[in-house]
């Protein structure tokens, strides 16, 4: 994540998923206050959130796609918990570093504008699960290409994803990420793992 005084580029990395495509201003932020009352969200589809492996895969894809393609996002907002949040942590300019906490509407008003203008594709490289009962944490490494077909990625990081299973289907809770840094490379751990 590049911090540039009040624009932060994330991406998930604005959740790209990954660090490097949203650029959030605090003008395309909501006004501060009561949160409004959150819509249920749309149906999901079955098979994007029939296994941890499925949900991952439907998050990973919603998000990247060619300049000029518009995401789907009914089929993001159908992957996440009412209350969802997205928060990704990056150097302040000011010293030291900061996390900026999305709900999901915000995360999609920031991040429509710059992934109509831009090829983003994010895919996810290496895995760590941890599981108990209904909740899963995953560590899931990834890196961000501005092309499908490009030999390198532009950017790399980690998104810290909270997954529920609610008896039926899985529900995304926080994705918290951080991109790698030249002052803060991906460590080898994290480039090996669970294949995704």
Known sequence: MIENASVWRCGLAAL????SALLVTPSALRAQGTPPQQAAPPAAAPADVASIDAILGALYDVISGPKGQ?????RMRSL???GARLIPVGPNPEGGFRARVLTLEDYILAAAPFFEANG???????????????MVHVFSTYQSR???????PFARGINSIQLMY????????TVFW???????????????????
């Open 16 to 19: 790209g998923l990954g660090a």
């Open 70 to 74: 518009k995401r789907n996002w009914d």
């Open 80 to 82: 996440f918990v009412p």
């Open 120 to 134: 983003f594709f994010e895919r996810e490289i290496a895995r760590r699960t941890e599981r108990f009962g209904n």
């Open 146 to 152: 501005r092309a499908a077909e490009d030999p390198a």
């Open 166 to 173: 609610d008896g039926a289907r899985w529900w995304v809770v």
């Open 178 to 196: 951080e991109a790698e840094r030249p002052d803060n490379p991906l460590p080898e751990k994290y480039l090996k793992g669970e294949a995704p």
